[in-house]
T-cell receptor, first 112, second 117 residues
Framework: NAGVTQTPKFRILKIGQSMTLQCTQD?????MYWYRQDPGMGLKLIYY???????DKGEVPNGYNVSRSTTEDFPLRLELAAPSQTSVYFC???????????FGPGTRLTVT | AQKITQTQPGMFVQEKEAVTLDCTYD???????LFWYKQPSSGEMIFLIY????DQQNATEGRYSLNFQKARKSANLVISASQLGDSAMYFC??????????????WGLGTSLAVNP
């Protein structure tokens, strides 16, 4: 049981490049979340999903896109990367009955 | 609007002593949940403890306990017998019951705890 996995762990992008951050969970959780954490700050919600085929915007969705074609996977797409997107990105999941969110190890992204 | 406030940016505690990390919240929904997470320097987010708004007892998990004062809208984390490994950032979060099925978490800005030997 791997829990929530994220790839890659680290990535450096040039301004204007695009990439997809991968997130997979093996706990059959309906709810999945993408957060970003800027240095010394708390978590900000980018997008979330309450089940396959259903996604919605969080606090800071601009510059990002998501899809949820399966229960397990919730990739986050960055189009036209900007320096303001330099951050650590966390994926999390939880089941529909409530309770805590389980977090992946994070992806450290630098845009230069 | 729902909000979580952690007023202590940084705290110090001597090893083996107890420490309280403050968290106040604001919500108009009678059904809500409060969470504490630990983030060590390695970066992962570790769930510590949960308190539901209807729970009669304060939550406890090993050395962690939650001092839940509903009338004051506070949910302070108490760590007993601090250990060097407790040095980390601690985040308080609230489940947004008003959002219905969405069940997003609202996060505080965190408190940095340093345990001194």
């Amino acid at each position: 049981n791997a829990g929530v996995t994220q790839t890659p762990k680290f990535r450096i992008l040039k301004i204007g490049q695009s990439m997809t951050l991968q997130c997979t969970q093996d706990m059959n959780h309906n709810y999945m979340y993408w957060y970003r954490q800027d240095p010394g700050m708390g978590l900000k919600l980018i997008y979330y999903s309450v089940g396959a085929g259903i996604t919605d915007k969080g606090e800071v969705p601009n510059g990002y896109n998501v899809s949820r074609s399966t229960t397990e996977d919730f990739p986050l797409r960055l189009e036209l990367a900007a320096p303001s997107q330099t951050s650590v990105y966390f994926c999390a999941s939880r089941n529909a009955g409530g309770g805590e969110q389980y977090f992946g190890p994070g992806t450290r992204l630098t845009v230069t | 609007a729902q909000k979580i406030t952690q007023t202590q940016p940084g705290m110090f505690v001597q090893e083996k002593e107890a420490v309280t990390l403050d968290c106040t919240y604001d919500t108009s929904d009678p059904s809500y949940g409060l969470f504490w997470y630990k983030q060590p320097s390695s970066g992962e987010m570790i769930f510590l403890i949960y308190q539901g708004s209807y729970d009669q007892q304060n939550a406890t998990e090993g050395r962690y306990s939650l001092n839940f004062q509903k009338a004051r809208k506070s949910a302070n984390l108490v760590i007993s017998a601090s250990q060097l490994g407790d040095s980390a950032m601690y985040f308080c979060a609230m489940r947004d019951g008003n959002a219905g099925n969405n069940r997003k978490l609202i996060w505080g800005l965190g408190t940095s705890l340093a345990v001194n030997p």
